[in-house]
């Protein structure tokens, strides 16, 4: 084995060894990147390799940091998180969960739902996983557990619906995969709706089926308002407002007013005059918005900058070609690598973040997913039809990733925030039928690729 | 997500801190900013069909302003992700030290190395009064290119109260024997 | 040296026909030719370093050399614009002249020296024309270009502000949607089998000629000086002639390839328009007004543009007399 490729499975053995310290990820990233460029630095000098790196040939880092800086489409990252946190300061989001509830609370699983909807609608908005499984748990455990579900199902349901937002658009890791594969956001915005959409339909058949067959699992409240016009015509002036927002976003990128980026900044601005329309708005709301998105935007952007160091001292390193020869060596077909491939995505998944498998595994693969030659049908209109596919597959697997015991992330968001007496074992019991559904779905999106890609092309067709 | 407070004073690592918190709280000011410059835009565009370069470009300025000098912030509120499945569980004296050798031998470097290259960047873009490649666009962007620079040593400084915290704790420990 | 590896970043996808594709033939035949002593190692835009940093990495040594174009620097030195493309600019053949026979070369490099980069530069490809950009409907007085939102890039962008055009820069990737959704109504790119690529002709009816902004467009390699130096003369004079070759090679790639493009756009609808005579005499009187303020602004590009005038009223008595009027569209 040559030297290089030693230090290029060097680079990811340290990076896994010490993410488990718990240094933060983005310092892991980038203090990795340093120490082997001086080992390759050495390894030229001693080992006679010709790796070129050296003090200077890392100073690309700050060419490389400003390229993130000067990147117009990245400017929706900060938008889309300030949108979802004035929606969750303002209480806008909390209101929308009381009433649809009232709506919702006669059907057996109804609030359960109402969760599943309510994670589909803030997955709309800000699609950080971690701000929506600590949201919804928060909002809608306190009520399940008055309504006696069983722990499993409630928990489940939050993990599960949190999840989603990664997935529904307008979705950040969206936006930033669409970015590093150099692939149109609107494209994998229209492609990710009927996915994520169908994904939003079984949670919703599942629950109301555990409803139907076990009652007990999701009973109905005992003082259970009979739904009366007035209450629905409630529920719609609760929820219309919100519904509005979210549509006036995709709308106003698809009807041409503005791209995503821009419709990022009409997202933002909506949501704060709902919160001013609900009376909820003012100086310490905004300064609390504006605190977090900051110090929200800032870690996942300290990621960015760790991982473009440590690509960098990859690509030098010979990295890329490893990586890429090593899959299309693969022994298996061109399937049989996408599988590959997306269990990998899935095991990395339990240990790193969406971003770091965006920024650092996602551009590796996708040479080997483009020479696999795969005829994907982009109806002549979708441009690279065969990545915007596999990048679907890519978020739902990631997606997926997520919630299985005992190392998804989101279930560690959601023990964060559920009462001492609530035990791990019961989060783990009820995200395994949601993994399943999951798995089905996945199964799914590579068997019918025109799930994916149908959308965007009657949309641009 | 806050930084706990610590019993005993530091006066130069609570300096520090407060210091990066005040900062972040103002600049954080840039992203009302950014909404209202994205509204003119699309108003201006869409509306009476003259968008401008420099609005476009304030955006990216406004938006890189803003995550940058957030890092620091996150620095100090130990918002930094990071994998805590085995973290969490480890005692207080073994994360301390963990902290103290992932900040010197990761990210100091790291930081190192990216402030002290980025001082050639902001000089040469200075030098030669760099603006924008479009002709409409904006000037100085050195301006903008100081934010690598000045970032960093904020980031820096975050990671040295941090440090200072840590051995702190740790040299205490010692003295009073646990 | 006895061996040399030029690690190249790009600025444009190495698949992009006479964009791209050049650079790739020049690390070939440099392999070829030096039997395996010179190897070029070809970097795609971003792997290494974004197209917009070459310059700087490049001058700084963190890279040894890099491909680009020289209208990238123009924020930097406003002059550079015209070593890529000038509007109602020579033809490739003029272009050419001006820069190996003429002063050109000497003040290529001496923009780069005089600004303090630590460079050599080479022009290392040449592509004809590009069109002037798609529409979505007919233009033929100025007052039809009034309002409009269009991408365009470079000097001609300043002449289209000038018509009342509101520009944008969006990058190769963005354009089509936008274009689609009509966040802009217009757009330039590159050359017919470039903009295929991009899908222009799916959703816009009119593309318009000539591309008055880019009647040529050079590529430049940019070699670190101080490893420049320590190449011997056998290895420059191969790096340099490699690159004169590539000129030919570029051209005679990029004019072999648009006509089949531009019938099947015919073919599938596209109205491929040339601009009447009113639109290009308007465009150039922008175009002289754009001139006054950037020599007025800028020494050094007074300086190149006087230089490149004087050449150009010269080669005029030649053009004026040598050339058979042009195929008849
Ligand atoms: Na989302
Ligand atoms: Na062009």
């Known amino acids: 084995m040559e030297i290089n490729e030693i230090l290029v499975i060097g680079m990811f053995i340290s990076f896994i060894g010490l993410l488990f310290t718990g240094i933060p990820v983005a310092w892991v990233l980038g203090g990795i990147g340093v120490v082997f460029a001086g080992l390759g630095y050495l390894a030229d000098q001693y080992l006679d390799t010709i790796t070129g790196l050296d003090f200077l040939t890392l100073g690309l880092v700050v060419n490389r940091v400003w390229k993130i800086m000067d990147n117009w489409i990245l400017v929706a990252l900060p938008m889309f998180i300030f949108m979802g946190n004035m929606l969750d300061k303002s209480g806008v989001a909390e209101r929308l969960m009381s009433s649809m509830q009232e709506l919702f609370g006669h059907v057996r699983g109804g609030l359960a739902v109402t969760v599943t909807v309510i994670g589909i609608i803030l997955a709309a908005s800000t699609g950080i996983i971690g701000a929506s499984v600590v949201l919804l748990g928060v909002m809608s455990l306190p009520a399940m557990t008055k309504q006696n579900y069983s722990m499993p199902l409630a928990l489940g349901t939050i993990a599960s619906a949190g999840t989603l937002g990664i997935l529904i658009p307008p979705s950040i890791m969206l936006v930033i995969m669409a970015d590093q594969l150099g692939l149109s956001v609107g494209d994998l915005f229209m492609g990710a709706v009927m996915p994520g959409l169908m994904l939003g339909a079984m949670y919703v058949l599942y629950i109301l089926t555990v409803g139907w067959l076990k009652p007990d699992a999701a009973p109905i409240p005992e003082n259970a308002k009979k739904v009366t016009w007035g209450t629905v015509a409630k529920v719609l002036k609760a929820v219309t407002p919100t519904l509005f927002l979210i549509f006036s976003v995709l709308g106003s990128i698809f009807a041409g007013i503005a791209t995503p980026t821009e419709a990022s900044g009409v997202g933002a601005l909506g949501a704060t005059i709902l919160a001013i329309y609900y009376r909820k708005f003012n100086l310490k709301v905004l300064n609390n918005v504006l605190g977090d998105t900051y110090n929200t935007t800032a870690y996942i952007f300290a990621i960015f900058i760790g991982a473009t160091c440590f690509a960098l001292v990859l690509r030098e390193l010979g990295g890329d070609e490893l990586i890429e020869s090593f899959l299309t060596g693969l022994p298996f077909g061109p399937y049989g690598i996408i599988f590959f491939i997306l269990a990998l995505v899935f095991v990395l998944g339990f240990f790193l973040d969406w971003i770091e498998i965006t920024l650092i595994i996602l551009p590796l693969l996708a040479p080997v997913i483009s020479a696999l030659g795969l005829d994907i049908n982009g109806y002549g209109v979708v441009d690279n039809p065969e990545l915007v596919w596999f990048v679907m597959l890519v978020a739902m697997t990631l997606q997926t990733s997520f919630l299985p015991p005992p190392v998804g992330f989101a279930l560690f968001y959601l023990k964060g925030v559920c009462p001492p007496e609530v035990k791990l074992s019961q989060i783990y019991k009820g995200v395994i039928p949601f993994i399943i559904l999951q798995i089905i779905a996945l199964l799914i999106l590579v068997y019918w690729p025109q799930l994916v890609l149908w959308l965007p092309a009657a949309a641009y067709g | 997500m806050k930084q706990q407070v610590s019993p005993v004073k530091m006066p130069v690592a609570d300096a520090i801190d407060r210091f990066i918190e005040k900062v972040g709280k103002t600049i954080a000011w840039v992203y009302v900013l950014l909404i209202l410059t994205i509204i003119l835009q699309v108003v201006l565009r869409k509306g009476f069909s003259s968008g401008l370069v420099v609005l476009e470009e304030l955006q990216w300025h406004l938006y890189a302003t803003g995550v940058m000098f957030g890092l620091s912030f996150a620095q100090t509120t130990q918002s930094h992700i990071r994998v805590d499945i085995f973290y969490a569980r480890f005692s207080p004296k073994t994360k301390s030290i963990i902290d103290i050798c992932g900040i010197l031998l990761l990210m100091l470097p790291f930081v190192g190395v990216i402030f002290l290259h980025s001082l050639d960047f902001v000089y040469d873009a200075w030098r030669i009064g760099e603006r924008s490649d479009s002709p409409s666009g904006l000037h100085y962007r050195w301006l903008v290119k100081a934010v690598i620079p000045l970032s960093m040593c904020l980031l820096a400084l975050g990671m040295l109260a941090k440090l200072l915290r840590e051995i702190q704790f740790l040299s205490r420990g010692k003295l009073s024997g646990n | ?329």
Not at chain 3, 30 to 58: C, Q, T
Not at chain 3, 66 to 87: E, L, N, R
Not at chain 3, 195 to 201: C, E, I, S, T
């Open chain 3, 1 to 329: 040296a006895d061996k040399i590896l030029l690690k190249t970043p790009i600025a444009f996808g190495s698949h992009l026909p006479a964009l791209g594709t050049p650079i790739k033939w020049v690390s070939e035949q440099l392999s070829l030719m030096s039997d395996k002593k010179i190897r070029m190692k070809i970097y795609e835009p971003g792997k290494l370093v974004g197209a917009k940093e070459i310059l700087d990495a490049v001058s700084s040594g963190k890279v040894n050399s890099g491909y680009a174009t020289a209208g990238y620097w123009q924020g930097k030195m406003p002059a550079a614009a015209i070593f890529s493309a000038v509007p109602f600019g020579p033809e490739a053949g003029e272009y050419m002249a001006w820069l190996y026979y003429g002063n050109g070369m000497s003040l290529y490099q001496e923009m780069y020296d005089t600004a303090g980069y630590n460079v050599k530069v080479m022009p290392c490809a040449i592509i004809s024309p590009e069109t002037s950009g798609w529409f979505n409907k007919e233009i033929n007085t100025p007052a039809d270009l009034k309002g409009l939102n269009m991408r365009f890039f470079g000097l001609g962008a300043s002449v289209m502000e000038k018509m009342g055009v509101s520009t944008s820069q969006l990058p190769g990737g963005e354009i089509f949607g936008a274009l689609e959704k009509g966040a802009i109504d217009a757009s330039e790119f590159s050359q017919p089998a470039i903009d295929q690529r991009l899908g222009f002709h799916k959703i816009m009816k009119y593309n318009y000629f000539p591309g008055w902004h880019q009647q040529a467009t050079v590529f430049e390699l940019l070699v670190n000086k101080d490893a420049w130096g320590k190449f011997t003369q056998a290895q420059q004079a191969m790096i340099e002639t490699t690159c004169k070759a590539s000129m030919t090679n570029a051209i005679a790639e990029g004019e072999s390839m648009q006509f089949e493009v531009m019938a099947k756009a015919k073919d599938n609808g596209v109205e491929i328009r040339y601009w009447n005579d009113t639109m290009l005499s308007a465009f150039e009187d922008k175009w002289s007004e754009v001139v006054v303020e950037k020599t007025a602004a800028d020494p050094f590009f007074n300086k190149v543009w006087s230089d490149l005038s004087t050449f150009r009223k010269g080669y005029d008595l030649w053009e004026s007399h040598a050339f058979l009027p042009r195929a008849v569209k």
